[in-house]
C-alpha cells in the first residue's frame, strides 16, 4: 500500500537486495483522506508469492521492498466518506489496494484484480490522482503487511466475520480467495449441472492445496489431491479426499476422464499434460502456480477431449466478500502457524528451500517492536 518513502513512523520487515533476508527497517505512511480506512496491523501471514517477489524471481527490482498481502489488523482512523467501518473494526487487506474504479471490470464486473491499473499492496508504482494525501507516495512502490500500520482505500478492505479469528483471516483473502474463485466457477455455480456430485481433482498439497480441499467438500464435490509421493494419504484421509501419486504412470493411466475440475496450486515447474489426461470430456484444468518456465502440451488431446487450461488471479471485491460469508457459515480456515517477527527471515529460507510445512505461517506484527 502506498508509502512514502523518507517518512518515518511505520516499522517493518523488507528485503534489500534479491538475497531476500528479511530485515527490520522503516518509512512512512500517508494519513487517511475521505475515502481511506488506517489500521494497526495485527497479522500478516507469509505467502510463497512475498518470496517471489523478494527473491527476484518476478523480475522486481525496487529495494528495500517490504511484502505481505494476507494482513488483519484493528481500525484506527476512518475517512468522512467510509460509512462500513469505525474505529476498533477488525479489518483485513488482501492482495489489492486501489484500481482504477471506471473501467467495466471495476465498475461492473467485480474483478477490480484484472483490472489493468490495479495497484498491488506491494511491488507497483502507487498512481497520481488518488488523493491528496497521497502525493508524497506517487511513483513511489507499495509496500505491504509485514509492517505496523497501513492506510487503504475503504473500497479494498474487509469487515473479518465474527466466527474468524484475527491470525486465520488474512490467509483467506489470498489462499482463500484464490482456490475459491475457480471453484466458485466450476463446482458451485454448477451445481445441479449434469449428474451426481462434481470430482475435483487438487494438484499439491500445501498451503493452497489444504484450502482447495476444503472448499471443495464444503461445496459438496467428491476430492482427490494429487501429490507427487504417498507420504501424505493420511492427511488428505483426514479430510475427506482420496489421494492420487501423479508421478506414477500406472495411477494416471487407471483415471481416464474421472475429474469434472483440476485445479492446479504447484508454483514450481511440473509435468501437466498426463495429469490434464484425467479430466472428463469438457473438463477444466486452472493453474494457479505463477511458474515463470513454459510447459509443454499437445493440442490433439485437448481438441478430441474439449478439455480447457485457465489461469486464475485471486478474485475482485464482490466475490472475496462471497468466500468470507461462505468460509465462515462452513468453518473453513486455513492452517495457520503464528511466528515471531524474528523467525519471519528462516521461515522465507524454508520456503525457498522447500523444507516448509503446509501450513500457513503468520507473523504477528506486535513483535516488530521486539527486532
Not at 348 to 356: E, I, L, Q, V
Amino acid at each position: 500500500m502506498a508509502t512514502i518513502e523518507k517518512g518515518t513512523g511505520t516499522i517493518a520487515l523488507g528485503a534489500f537486495d534479491k538475497s531476500a533476508v528479511l530485515k527490520k527497517r522503516e518509512f512512512g505512511r500517508p494519513a487517511p483522506g475521505p475515502d481511506d480506512i488506517a489500521i494497526d496491523n495485527k497479522f500478516c501471514g507469509m505467502c510463497h508469492s512475498d518470496l517471489h517477489a523478494c527473491n527476484g524471481d518476478w523480475g522486481m527490482n525496487m529495494y528495500p521492498f517490504t511484502p505481505g498481502h494476507e494482513i488483519a489488523g484493528i481500525v484506527t482512523a476512518v475517512g468522512a466518506n467510509v460509512k462500513d467501518f469505525k474505529v476498533g473494526d477488525r479489518a483485513a487487506v488482501g492482495c489489492f489496494v486501489q484500481s482504477c474504479g471506471t473501467c467495466d471490470l471495476c465498475s461492473e464486473q467485480g474483478q477490480e484484480n484484472y483490472c489493468p491499473n490495479a495497484v498491488q499492496t506491494y511491488g507497483t508504482p502507487f498512481p497520481e490522482g488518488k488523493g491528496d494525501n497521497f502525493k508524497e507516495t506517487v511513483g513511489y512502490h507499495t509496500n505491504g503487511g509485514y509492517s505496523d500500520k497501513i492506510v487503504v482505500n475503504q473500497r479494498f478492505v474487509f469487515q473479518i466475520p465474527e466466527s474468524i479469528s484475527m491470525e486465520d483471516a488474512g490467509p483467506l483473502l489470498c489462499a482463500g480467495i484464490t482456490v475459491f474463485s475457480p471453484l466458485n466457477r466450476h463446482v458451485l455455480k454448477k451445481a445441479g449441472v449434469g449428474k451426481g456430485k462434481k470430482h475435483v481433482g487438487i494438484v499439491g498439497f500445501g498451503g493452497l492445496g489444504h484450502m482447495a480441499v476444503k472448499i471443495a467438500k464444503a461445496m459438496g464435490a467428491d476430492v482427490t489431491v494429487f501429490s507427487r509421493s504417498n507420504k501424505k494419504e493420511a492427511q488428505a484421509t483426514a479430510m475427506g479426499a482420496s489421494l492420487l501419486v501423479h508421478t506414477d504412470a500406472k495411477s494416471l493411466s487407471e483415471q481416464v476422464r474421472v475429474f469434472d475440475c483440476i485445479i492446479d496450486t504447484v508454483s514450481e515447474s511440473h509435468p501437466v499434460a498426463s495429469i490434464i489426461g484425467t479430466l472428463k470430456v469438457g473438463g477444466t484444468m486452472v493453474l494457479l502456480g505463477a511458474i515463470g518456465a513454459p510447459f509443454e502440451l499437445s493440442a490433439f488431446p485437448l481438441l478430441v477431449n474439449n478439455h480447457s487450461i485457465e489461469g486464475s488471479l485471486v478474485g475482485g471485491i464482490p466475490e472475496t466478500k462471497e468466500m468470507l460469508e461462505f468460509c465462515a457459515k462452513h468453518d473453513i480456515v486455513p492452517h495457520c502457524k503464528v511466528i515471531h517477527a524474528r523467525d519471519a527471515a528462516a521461515q522465507f529460507k524454508a520456503m525457498s528451500d522447500g523444507t516448509s510445512g503446509a501450513e500457513r505461517y503468520v507473523i504477528d506484527i506486535s513483535t516488530l517492536k521486539e527486532l
